[in-house]
């Protein structure tokens, strides 16, 4: 089996990528290993929940992925306050100030899965799609590269993108070198009904114990993602559903109150990595499997479909030079996704950091920070065009 390019991984960015070549006239195979999972039939919420910059709407919405999502499932966020670790300290955003219709849309990840493997199996020239399906090993040669499974089918391609995630094989299998550490942190995740409205209000809490995130959902719910130290987040998880709405309306300075948990909590582990290069002859690599950052920012699949955005214009407009895996090419998306990958790498990394030092001093300043910060419109304008886009 012969192609142009094969996506590695199906998640929210390979599947995405592939869909954003569907009118380029290249030959794509898409290879997943977990059957996606299909939307359940109660009316249940997904913890999982992505925060989407109107930048990342824009691109989904231009390949006919965002107007397949429930529009009933979709919390748009209107403001956000994000407080510091002493009583006074904050920072306060708003799509009015910004002239935007809204700073970002909070959504559930099985249902914008589902709207990307919708687009993308709905659309004319389908990919060629294996899934559920393992790889076994990859051969590189000057000309191509060798897929082979690990039932003995075999792929060629001109291009092989790795978008399989933190732990990417396919960067191990080309012998990318990664920075990795662990923030020796899980983030948290669980949804809940409120007793008082949230106005799609987004709210956040650098804390002591870590970063908790209160995102509106669809009517009177929220959903919780708490960054916080693996010990922490064990109790946390180990707390009745009582006493873990207790514990959220307090640590959110009862912001909220009469918590109900109407999804149970959940943990993943959370890791900086940073690669060392993001291409290789025949070699692209998008999404966490390029960069793994704190989610204080809500901005890793953000930062992954803005790989997306940048590779599919490169192919798109390659124009002569007919070779998809032409390393030419594959360096014009490195040079141009290398500065917005390190600085997202460096602010949430640093803010990471800021916030969970002990010491007093540094305490001070950086609740100062924020407060400078939000009285000068320049600096709070920049920080924010950034997230939208
Ligand atoms: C608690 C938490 C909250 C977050 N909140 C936000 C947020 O609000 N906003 C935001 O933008 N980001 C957020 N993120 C980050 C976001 O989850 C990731 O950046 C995003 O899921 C990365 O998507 P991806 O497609 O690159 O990788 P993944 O979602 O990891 O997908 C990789 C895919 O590859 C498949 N795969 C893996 N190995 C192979 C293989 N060998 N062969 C074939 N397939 C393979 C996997 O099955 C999977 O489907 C958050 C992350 C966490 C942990």
């Not at 691109?59 to 999502?69: E, G, N, V």
């Not at 809940?192 to 970063?211: E, I, K, M, Y």
């Not at 890793?300 to 030079?321: C, F, S």
Request: with cysteine; proline share 5%; net charge negative.
């Amino acid at each position: 089996m012969k192609f142009d390019m094969v996506v590695i991984g199906g998640g929210l960015v390979g599947a995405s990528l592939v869909t954003a070549l569907k009118a380029s006239g290249l030959k794509t195979a898409l290879i997943e290993s977990r059957e996606p999972l299909p939307l359940p039939e109660d009316e249940s919420w997904d913890s999982r929940v992505y925060a989407i910059s109107p930048g990342s709407i824009g691109f989904l919405h231009d390949h006919a992925i965002w107007q397949r999502m429930d529009a009933s499932r979709v919390a748009p966020v209107y403001d956000m306050a994000v407080f510091g670790d002493d009583s006074s300290s904050h920072i306060q955003f708003s799509a009015y100030e910004a002239g935007m219709a809204e700073l970002a849309c909070i959504v559930e990840n099985r249902q914008l899965q589902t709207a990307v493997w919708t687009a993308l199996q709905s659309q004319n020239g389908s990919p060629e799609i294996f899934c559920p399906a393992q790889c076994a090993a990859i051969t590189w040669h000057a000309s191509h590269a060798e897929i082979r499974l690990e039932d003995g089918r075999q792929l060629d391609t001109a291009l092989v993108v790795g978008a399989d995630g933190v732990n990417s094989w396919v960067r191990q299998q080309a012998n990318i070198a990664v920075s990795r550490h662990p923030y020796q942190q899980n983030g948290v995740v669980a949804n809940f009904s409120t007793g008082l409205p949230h106005r799609n209000v987004a709210h956040q809490w650098f804390r002591r114990d870590g970063v908790l995130a209160l995102l509106p959902l669809p009517g009177s719910r929220i959903s919780m993602v708490w960054s916080t130290d693996d010990a922490h987040a064990a109790e946390l998880r180990a707390l009745s559903d009582e006493q873990l709405c207790r514990h959220v309306e307090e640590a959110a300075s009862h912001t909220f109150s009469e918590l109900r948990l109407i999804t149970p909590p959940a943990g993943f582990p959370l890791n900086f990595v940073h690669v060392s290069s993001l291409v290789k002859p025949r070699l692209v690599l998008v999404g966490d499997a390029a960069h793994g950052i704190h989610p204080l920012a809500g901005q890793g699949v953000n930062l992954g479909l803005r790989d997306v955005r940048k590779l599919a214009e490169i192919l798109n407009d390659r124009g002569l030079q007919a070779d998809v895996g032409d390393f030419t090419l594959l360096r014009r998306y490195e040079c141009a996704r290398k500065e917005d990958i390190l600085a997202m790498e460096l602010v949430t990394d640093g803010l990471q950091k800021l916030f969970i030092n002990p010491d007093p001093t540094l305490a001070r300043l950086r609740n100062l920070g924020l407060e400078i910060t939000n009285r000068l419109p320049l600096i709070k304008n920049q920080l924010m065009q950034h997230a939208l886009s």
